[in-house]
């Protein structure tokens, strides 16, 4: 744009009595008007005339023939002449600029070191379908992650896998229940199907809710056999969950999941419970937080009454480890918006810690999904995932095209 703002100058130089500088030229408020404006007050003044007037004038002789380069248009407007650059000059001119930097690609770039930035997007849970509500966080955190190596950011992409939790003592006996009838290679639905079957049981059944406690415990103490189930569970989701992000194109330094944290849970709940952060509350251990501006929120638990850690345990050790690791300048979460209040009380235990850098780390929430009248549950089988909504989007394409008669030779589009 510096350039066309000489341009503008140089023409408005020759119908002036002495030469200006781009550097008088104003931008106007509402760029639907022009790109640069040449306000005609003081001149105008010297003249003894009205501003509108010289302005009509001046505008008048620009748009004389030869005035003006091909780049350029100006008109009156009110009292200032206001010059627009045409969209062919500014797009050629950008794109020339790109071509002639150091390499297409490297526009805008930024090679200087700004600074540590966490990044963490996707993170779907093993064992569960990858949703379409993970797919907004795994696009945006991405395109996120992307734009701050191109400007200059040491940028860390970690994937908050959820391979740990309650659930894998479920799954662990649901596997013991109706493991027969999963097929000999087995796909995350399988899974899902016994989860769901397991849930149905439980129902009629509710001591399995306590065989599923008894083999989380087992898990945990890293018993071979719950350990080796556990472990088919990661590797068959991995496999799956690759296979999207190799057809996305994403990418992650790391892929730590909550299980990574294990070691680090004890001590700090621990150290959480001396520094009376943590308080006991009807046999569980929880922390009383605040927003940030000092507001009270509900309690959040970090130790249930029969001792076993949680999703926000896990967060906790995850964000100090990160920080005691990377030292970062900015740590940002890509989660969907039904995760607010969880990053709330996060941040605030982390205040109450002491933990200035908390003020380096935000949520960005991605939106929530649900349905018109209900959320997404796994559970309960209601839930759309983005291989869903992929098979519909194609459907729908090739439909149509069929429809408008235009599929000669075409085929639908892979995606
Ligand atoms: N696995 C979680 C879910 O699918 C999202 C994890 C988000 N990240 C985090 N640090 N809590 O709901």
Same mark, same amino acid.
């Given at each position: 744009?510096?350039? =066309?703002?000489? !341009? ?5 130089? !020759? ?20 790109? =640069? ?39 009156? +407007? ?17 794109? &020339?600029?790109?071509?002639? @930097?150091?390499?297409? #690609?490297? *526009? ?30 795994? #696009? ?21 896998? @959820?391979?740990?939790?309650? !659930? =894998?003592?479920?799954? *662990? ?33 509710? &001591? ?13 103490? /890293?018993?071979?056999?719950? +350990? ?16 999207? *992000? ?19 849970? /004890? ?12 308080? !006991?509350?009807? @046999? ?28 926000? &345990? ?11 690791? *990377? ?50 549950? &796994?559970?309960? @089988? ?34």
């Amino acid at each position: 744009m510096e350039r =066309f703002a000489r !341009q503008a100058a140089d023409a408005l130089s !020759q119908v002036l009595p002495s030469p200006v500088s781009a550097s008088a030229l104003d931008v106007p408020p509402d760029t639907r008007l022009g790109d =640069f404006a040449f306000p005609c007050f003081r001149m105008a003044k010297e003249a003894r005339k009205s501003p509108a007037d010289l302005a009509k004038e001046l505008a008048g002789k620009l748009n004389e023939p030869g005035r003006l380069p091909d780049s350029l248009t100006a008109a009156a +407007v009110g009292p200032y002449v206001n010059f627009t650059a045409t969209k062919k000059a500014a797009m050629t001119s950008l794109l &020339t600029d790109i071509l002639a @930097g150091p390499g297409i #690609g490297d *526009y805008g770039r930024k090679p200087t070191h700004r600074g540590t930035w966490i990044m963490e997007f996707s993170s779907p849970n093993v064992a569960k379908p990858f949703m379409i509500y993970h797919f907004r966080g795994t #696009g945006l955190g991405a395109c996120l992650d992307r734009v701050g190596r191109y400007r200059g950011f040491k940028m860390v992409s970690i994937n908050h896998v @959820g391979d740990w939790g309650t !659930q =894998f003592g479920k799954l *662990y006996v649901a596997t013991e229940m109706y493991g027969a009838d999963l097929p000999a290679d087995p796909k995350i639905v399988d899974l899902v199907k016994i989860y769901v079957k397991f849930h149905e049981a439980v129902k009629d059944d509710p &001591t399995l809710e306590d065989r599923a406690r008894a083999a989380f415990k087992r898990l945990e103490q /890293r018993d071979p056999i719950v +350990v080796a189930n556990w472990e088919k569970c990661i590797e068959i989701s991995m496999k799956e969950f690759n296979a999207l *992000y190799a057809k996305l194109d994403v990418k992650f330094d790391h892929v730590w999941g909550e299980s990574f944290y294990e070691d680090k849970l /004890r001590p700090l709940l621990a150290a959480l419970k001396t520094a009376d952060i943590l308080v !006991q509350s009807e @046999g569980a251990w929880i922390a009383n937080v605040t927003d940030e501006k000092g507001r009270e929120l509900p309690p959040a638990i970090f130790e249930k009454s029969d001792g076993s850690t949680i999703y926000a &345990t896990r967060d906790l050790a995850a964000a100090i480890y990160r920080h005691e690791k *990377y030292d970062f300048d900015r740590m940002t979460y890509v989660v969907g918006g039904e995760q607010k209040l969880h990053f709330q009380q996060l941040f605030s235990v982390l205040r109450q810690m002491g933990k200035d850098w908390v003020s380096k780390c935000e949520h960005v929430p991605t939106g929530l999904y649900r349905f018109k009248d209900s959320k997404m549950s &796994t559970r309960k @089988g209601n839930f759309v995932t983005l291989e869903d909504v992929w098979g519909m989007a194609k459907e729908r394409v090739a439909a149509l095209m069929t429809e408008r008669g235009s599929n000669a030779g075409m085929s639908a589009p892979e995606f």
